[in-house]
């Protein structure tokens, strides 16, 4: 028997595969060792000395999977990320229960070279970190199993030793200058598979239907994984509707499984529609009966009519639809890219219950259970591959660019919520080559442009910012920054306008800008003041650097979340006035890493999230929220700002993020009356008052009402109105337990002992002892080295029981030391 920390699923239908595996698909989640380094050779990972062996060199680890070789190195505010060959080993008990059945290895995604071995045989290996495949195990296993050293050495269990490479290699893609790590790792899901000598590599099913939704067509084939030459079989089929129901059945007799075969057309009548508020979705089960046994899978599709209107607007089912989105990598505090099913289902809830019914999947081709969540939440999906900046390789490096768009148009072919196929981003960014030639990008992406529409008609192409290759695809998405790289979030509507007037589709994906979270301002806009206004709104070479060049917000701004609110409520604002719009995705749903901004407030943190990197909303969540749902929400803004400031008596201006009709603000027990929601009465769409609060303590509460329900939130903060001047000194104090788990907080004050509460200083921790920093998770409290926010950081301890001393330091400043 297989160990019990495997993760074993036993189908009769293996309902979440797209790649249609049956009938029984083993997680290999437990029992590895890992070793972050290469090896002289494959004997070194078998050869009969262990772990905990005092002769094992190199020593390694034990490890589950999905797992990131980047995994804290990632966001390590002191080294550059690992990128380099890296090793996992396990052993297994193989007990295929099929007569002449196909033992495989299924990954789900593996960063970024991978060589696979049985024993020290190489039986496979692959070259791209996020598309799926498979290796045949079953030769290689029955040698081996003839082997003396299979019974006295390994027990009756089969040695897998597997190599990661994630190294700089400029003939693959992406390239090491994209805006996010190109991890190393078995991150995504690895599956032991047996099936019969029979079975299926791929079935494609591809569900149309009219715009009025009264017919509908499926057309069904398959392809077949014989490696046996069985030539005859038969194909059961059943179409089940969302309710259950059987709409139809069908059965084939196979003769010539060679290439793919079209086994199954039929049409339906009245179909049950998918859509992002229904996403109704019929089943498609199929057996396949032969002499080496039966197979049995399972395909989810979804009838739905898309349209990209020429010049207009986007339509679902021959209605309009304002595609509102977001973008998602795959990436999060402590794990990096090997995030687990569970993690995954939460991120994209949040997604749906923030008001998205669009995502693109930047950049590159993302895990299947993403997909299906996609699906069955009714978020719609532009999904891309990785040729991301740096220019144009040769031969190599083109035939992965195509090799990867086949695999990602096959793999997802059968998902409803797909609508676009992406062949690029960022291709007008040299770098990589000593020549950049845009004719020979141009006919590169015409030929990607072909390949996507011969293999997948129903869809649209797509890139973003390659203005020389925008006539190519179906829909192009221009680059605007409207108050971040380039002008003022005011200039974002004209901006938009003047790109739409240029292509035949528009779609507007990539907008937004930093935020440090749990930094506020009283003035966030000023440095507005700054800016050159009723230009272009593009990114340009440079534009990400905190130094040098133009003034721009996000080189001169404040980086708080007072800012960015404001700049997505002007965004949101404006796009409810565009009904040519087809839609457009905010820059991104999470903070991400990145190895390009290290001098960023959390270093190496792409900031541009509405949440933090471990799920954690920041205010701008909420702003969305009240724009994009129907659930009777209401957020005061300012949640995590503990203390406010100003003068005594002035009036400071509380704004509440509702989708209510009306609210009512209370400040310390007194109402300050009630006001109806505008979407377009700037800022917070009419909820905003303005009042003085009271030096000290003050509570803030709102009740909004939409119809008959009622949503309330309340805040409580300080009120500061001493001034202060330059931070001279810090103080470290414990603030929170939780368990075992210590928070503590550094604070600047002047030589008054002021708070300093617009500080941006550099914070230091530091821990000997028991105990170990929660670090290196990409977030606010949980980095080493991080910006202050609002003169104040803060970061949590494990204390393991025991005693540490934690330090904090600060350029400039006495260090200081607390006992925990």
Known sequence: MLNKTKYIIFTIFLITSQLSFAQQSIRLNGDWEFLKQDLGGIWEAVRPVGLGNPESVPLWQNVNLPHCVNAEDAVDPDVNYYQGPSWYRTQLKIENPYQKGRTILHFEGAGQKTDVYVYTTKVGSHVGGYDEWTVDITDAVAAFQKTEVYQKQFKGKVPVSIRTDNSRDLEMIPSDLSDFNVYGGIYRYLNLVYVPALSVDKMFAKAEVDAQGKLGKLSVKARFYNPAGVNDARVQFKLIDPAGRVVSKGEKRLNNLTADIELWNLEVKKPQLWSTDHPLQYRLQYEVISPTG?????????????????????????????????????????????????????????????GVNFIRLGHYQQSRIVLNLCDSLGILVWEEIPWCRGGLGGDVYKQQARRMLTNMIEQHYNHPSIIIWGLGNENDWPGDFPAFDKEKIRAFMKELNDLSHQMDAARYT???????????????SPSIWAGWYRGAYTDYKKASEDEFSKVKRFLHVEWGGDSHAMRHSENPDKALSKIKTGGSADERAGDASLYGGAARISKDGDWSESYITNLIDWHLKEQESMPWLSGTAYWPFKDFSTPVRPDNPVPYMNQKGVIERDFTRKEAYYVFQSYWTEKPMAHIYGHTWPVRWGEEGEEKMVKVYSNATEAEIFLNGKSFGSK???????????????????????????????????????????????????PVEMTLTKVDQQGDVATVEIRLFDNKGVQCLDAVNWINFGLTGDGKMIDNQGTSSGSRKVQAYNGRAIIKVRLNKGKSIISGSSEGLKTIFMEL
């Open 294 to 354: 039966n197979y049995n899978g399972e395909e989810k599709i979804g009838f739905r009519h898309i349209e990209f209107v020429e010049k207009g607007p986007f339509n679902l089912n021959g209605k309009r639809l304002l595609l509102r989105g977001t973008h998602r990598h795959e990436d999060h505090a402590g794990v990096e890219a090997a995030m687990t099913e569970d993690m995954i289902r939460t991120e994209m809830q949040m997604m749906k219950d923030m």
């Open 462 to 476: 797509a890139i973003r910012r390659c203005d020389f290759c925008a006539d190519i695809v179906d829909v192009y």
């Open 676 to 726: 109806k929601r505008n979407s377009q009465d700037y800022p917070a769409a009419g909820l905003r008052w303005n009042f003085p609060f009271v030096k000290g303590e003050n509570t803030v509460k709102v009740i909004a009402k939409k119809g008959k329900e009622i949503a309330t939130d309340e805040i409580k903060f300080n009120y500061q109105i001493e001034k202060w001047t330059k």
